[in-house]
């Protein structure tokens, strides 16, 4: 079964997860099952024209077939016509819903709007809305960029989940993505004030926050000086404690290496600073996953704000704000995270009163999709918020 406004594929009781594009493929195909669909009109439709290798492509199609149980072998159900294309053979049954409607499956996802507005220090700041639904606000992480994180393999899947049901907020904070790049000040304190100035600007009513990584904090930070506006909290692989206030000098000399490689190897997916980067972000990760982060990392900023804002996450200390935090709160985090060690998601879900703390087999510090964590974060964020 293929929910498509739900972007969710069911193989039996199993969902599967699979990459968006793929998604976007096997919506294609089945809505043009009546015909050959070539390959310049998958990459008009799934890829909106961009330059699309013949390898990309065939990987795509390789990976529908194997999401609902097909192969090149067998062709049962995507059959590729020779120098013309493929075509969906498999029969197709439309499911009714409550009152006999015979919907139509919805065709694109959502479309962000992006906007700017201004920080107390007059800082630009990007930010996009998403979606319809009850807001959620996704605080900053390290890095982000508003129109490509929209494209990407590794964050895509979870921001059109999250907008399936929520009116989804999220922005770029100072120093990278779309928002100001030249900036004096880049402090756990300015990324609070990047945030202030977006839901000043968004106005929305109380609302869920979801903070990843230094978003957690920011998170934590927002909602106990505006315990007003925040109705839960929902932190992922967050820390109180950056690398630099841990009490540790092996963990101070790590974070020196890896910005000393940062400097030299920024953007550049062969380097010896991507090899180390993805063996502790995504150590999981696919080969086009990991391109699309050295991508990342050359779109979204230079080298060295990246290095001012790592510097900046790496002293943030917010112990002392968590006993403050009045809202349900929920905690996730990976057993074998790399990046912030699993005792301070304990300590986060220690020191929030109330706090439900949940432990994710994986070592991802970003979960990818098609991992097992990965349902088990969704089926756990969406309970929580409906809640």
Known sequence: MLDAARRELWRGAERVAVEPQVFDLLVHLIENRDRVVSKDDLI??????????????DSRINAARKAIGDSGEQQSLIRTIARKGVRFVGNVRQMQEQGGADPALPAA???????????????????????????????????????????????????QRLAGKNRLIRYDSRGNGLSDRNVDEISLTSFLSDLEAVIDAVKPEPFAMLGISQGAAIAVAYAVRHPEMVTKLILHGGYAL??????????????????SMMQHGWGDEHSAFMRAFTSVF???????????????????????NATRIRNACDDIEIKGLLSKVQVPTLVLHCRHDNVAPLEQGRLLAASIPNARFVTLESDNHVLLAGEPA??????????????
């Not at 479309?111 to 201004?118: A, D, E, H, L, P």
């Not at 390290?142 to 929209?150: A, N, P, R, S």
């Not at 995504?282 to 060295?304: C, M, V, Y």
């Open 44 to 57: 008009a439709s799934v890829w909106q024209g961009r330059v699309v290798s013949d390898s990309t492509l």
């Open 109 to 159: 996802a959502h479309k962000q709007k992006i906007s700017f507005c201004r920080s107390a220090d007059r800082v630009n700041i990007a930010y996009a809305a998403v979606g319809a639904g009850p807001t959620l606000v996704k605080t900053a992480n390290w890095l982000t960029h508003l129109e490509y994180d929209w494209e990407s393999p590794v964050w895509l899947p979870l921001l």
């Open 282 to 304: 995504i150590p999981s990760g696919t080969s086009e996953q990991i391109k699309w982060l050295a991508d990342l990392q050359r779109i979204t900023t230079t080298p060295d």
């Open 242 to 259: 950056g690398r630099n206030r841990r009490g540790s000098a092996e963990e101070i000399e790590k974070g020196r290496i890896f910005l």
């Open 374 to 387: 990965w349902t088990k974060f969704i089926d756990e964020v969406e309970a929580f918020l409906a809640s």
